[in-house]
């Protein structure tokens, strides 16, 4: 099981030795994290790292960054025979999360332009990795709205994830579809697996009923009450949902949003979470957002899964890797109506 140097840049200084190690990344948490422990014997003369809460610091793995913001919780301890500190934080966006949109209302700008603006004051950059749309006729959140609030319902009618690259932007992405090319399997690499499988929120049949303006050129009563449906076949018994969209739609979107609501609803209901030993695979550190191969006869799973997280870990066994894993279509999201009031 290969070893690896995690460090702790503050301020110039490197801090390593750490005998406890968690790391973790996330497509369900905007913020990556870290929590880096060390005990050491103890004589009475050593001095405490001057280490504290509110600081700059980066976290890097045999040499790269992987975590760029600040310690959120510094904890030093001691006794009579040993010392210690246990040192946690997240990176820049973690900010984005905590504190307030300022009440303002954006007209004909795109996300990534009204992203950059929000973000730009916690130094935190924006990079867009897929086709953001076209401008929002308005923008306005909700008075008390976090940063990421306001940006998340405007990605989600953008079809749009928003991520973190450890480095101090926040990325606007789609559900990944590079593969990692070492396949996890039983009998060879998989140390412990769990599964939870549910049907509780999936259903036979998805109806979206909405209303539209309509035209000229179609029918009125069309117009005054589109409908769609999509059905899930892995639902045997009757099921049926019927979802109110919220906003006017047409035909077209209200079949986008029954599909979708099928789809998220299945890839949901799949959540295999695997430990492996060691930090890498064949290609490097295993990340989130990545397709894996899958192939467990024990969970009767065989297929490609996204990484939906990825926690590395050091305790006193050894280095390990916590894999959270369900399929693409629980991150796959359908553009929706821009909402008429704006108000977000």
Not at 47 to 73: F, N
Not at 172 to 191: C, F, P, Q
Not at 249 to 269: H, L, M, P, T, Y
Request: glycine share 10%; proline share 3%; hydrophobic share 40%.
């Amino acid at each position: 099981m290969a070893s690896h140097d995690v460090t702790l840049k503050v301020g110039g200084q490197i801090y390593a030795g750490w005998k406890s190690i968690t790391i973790r990344r996330s497509m369900e948490q905007l913020a990556s994290t870290f929590e880096l422990g060390l005990t050491d014997r103890w004589n009475g003369s050593s001095v405490a790292r001057p280490i504290k809460p509110g600081l700059a610091c980066s976290v890097l793995i045999d040499g790269k960054t992987i975590i760029t913001g600040h310690i959120d919780d510094a904890e030093p301890s001691y006794d009579g025979a040993a010392h210690g500190i246990t040192v946690s934080g997240r990176d820049l966006t973690g900010d984005l999360v905590d504190c307030s949109a300022p009440s303002t209302q954006f007209a004909d700008r795109t996300l990534l332009q009204v992203a950059k603006d929000l973000c730009k004051p916690f130094g935190v950059g924006v990079k867009a990795e897929t086709d953001v749309g076209g401008v929002f006729s308005t923008l306005k959140n909700n008075e008390g709205d976090s940063i990421f609030d306001t940006l998340e319902s405007a990605a989600r009618v953008r079809a749009v994830l928003l991520m973190s690259d450890g480095l101090g932007n926040l990325l606007l992405t789609k559900a990944g579809t590079d593969r990692v090319s070492t396949r996890l399997a039983l009998g060879e690499n998989i140390v412990t697996a769990s599964a939870r499988f549910s049907n509780r929120d999936r259903f036979s049949s998805y109806t979206v009923k909405g209303q539209s303006a309509g035209g000229d050129d179609w029918n009125a009563e069309d117009a005054a009450h589109p409908l769609a449906t999509a059905t899930d076949t892995g639902v045997s018994r009757h099921r049926p949902l019927t979802v109110l969209a919220e906003e006017n739609i047409d035909q077209a979107a209200a079949q986008k949003r029954a599909d979708w609501e099928c789809n998220v609803r299945f890839g949901r209901s799949r959540r295999v979470q695997y430990r492996v030993a060691g930090w890498t695979h064949a290609d490097g550190l295993w990340t989130p957002n990545r397709l894996v191969r899958v192939k467990d006869a024990y969970l009767a799973v065989d297929q490609e899964l996204l990484i939906a997280g990825a926690a590395l870990t050091l305790d006193g066994k050894g280095w390990w890797t916590d894999l959270d894993l369900l399929p693409r279509e629980a991150f796959l999201r359908a553009a929706l109506p821009e909402p008429e009031d704006a108000t977000w």
